[in-house]
């Protein structure tokens, strides 16, 4: 009877050993096959350029902070070179609340005199960059931050409007890659706040989508993503299952002249549209609110998110 007892104790044992055995086999097998899913990616992609435009909930929600600074580790271990460009706005809107400054936007842009644009330099490159940098290195890569005034990075000039004077808002209108190259090289990720100077020294504040999308463009990357806070572009934006998967530049173009895009959306779709008109081979409009959405886009058959693609 005893010996019987102990037998019979002992099979529910064996079961749930056997159970749980099965369910790591199949766990393991099941991260084999993202191995092999990624496999003809890491071959497309090692050597090459990919610039993220991060800005959105990515930038705020702890989690999702560290989400993408792990993706950005991984991409550099498996020989993807990252150049990320960082927005900032809500940061500078609190510094000038704190400064007592009240911000004034016109079509969406920030109306920027000389204090004001101390305080977004103080903003974006004082303290934004510098935390990318931290957290890129806590999570074991190496980065460094710039804005386009270091290394002949980007000349700047006024951008050119025809409603009411914008003051320090600028726009690109050069990019000197030699820098990037030159970080990357060593292994190191660049880490690009929005701001550059003119000619005669002037300081603008640039808007960062336009900056990614000509970055990329200079740097020749094969990607170009932009992290943002929808799904990607949609034919309803009230309707997040309206998600246009691929678009090409003419259709791109087509959008933008049309009312269905949200205005935030236009900045994104043109440097988009710059970036494959002048050489980069896809650029991305992803989901930053999901966990690795950068991995999901680089790194598998469906990806996520908008593609855009030239003609």
């Known amino acids: 009877m005893t010996v019987a007892g102990k037998h019979a104790n002992s099979v529910p044992s064996r079961t749930v050993t056997d159970r749980t055995t099965e369910q790591l086999v199949n766990e393991l097998k099941q991260r084999a096959d993202t191995l092999i899913e990624a496999l003809p990616y890491l071959r497309q992609f090692h050597g090459k350029t990919l610039v993220l435009k991060y800005g959105g909930n990515a930038m705020t929600d702890e989690s999702l902070k560290h989400a993408v600074m792990q993706d950005l580790v991984l991409l550099g271990y498996v020989g993807i070179k990252c150049l990320v460009v960082h927005g900032g706005g809500p940061e500078i809107s609190r510094l000038m609340a704190r400064v007592g ?3 004034t936007f016109v079509d969406g842009l920030r109306v920027t005199d000389a204090e004001t644009v101390e305080l977004v330099e103080m ?39 025809t409603g009411p004077d914008l003051g320090l808002v600028g726009e690109v209108a050069a990019v000197d890659p030699e820098i990037l190259e030159l970080l990357t ?28 999308g000509w970055i990329a463009a200079a740097a020749r990357a094969a990607k170009l993503v932009m992290l943002t806070d929808i799904r990607g572009v949609l034919r309803d934006v009230e309707d997040e299952s309206t998600l246009i998967p691929t678009l090409r530049a003419t259709e791109v ?29 896809r650029a991305h409009i992803i989901d ?7 991995l999901m886009e680089v790194f598998t058959d469906q990806g996520i998110g908008t593609m855009i693609v030239p003609d």
């Open 253 to 281: 173009r087509e959008l933008m002249g049309s009312d269905r895009i949200a205005a935030g959306m236009i900045p994104k779709l043109e440097a988009c549209l710059h970036a494959v008109e002048n050489g980069v081979e």
């Open 123 to 161: 903003a974006l490159v004082g303290k934004i960059s510098k935390q990318i940098v931290q957290h890129i290195s806590q999570h074991g890569g190496k980065a460094v931050g710039l804005s386009g005034k270091d290394g002949g990075l980007m000349l700047a000039r006024k951008l050119a409007t």
């Open 185 to 212: 090289a060593n292994g190191y990720t660049p880490v690009i706040s929005s701001t550059a100077a003119d000619a005669q020294g002037n300081t603008y504040n640039i808007n960062a989508d336009h900056v990614a």
């Open 101 to 103: 400054k009240e911000a």
């Open 288 to 294: 930053g609110r999901l966990p690795h959405a950068l």
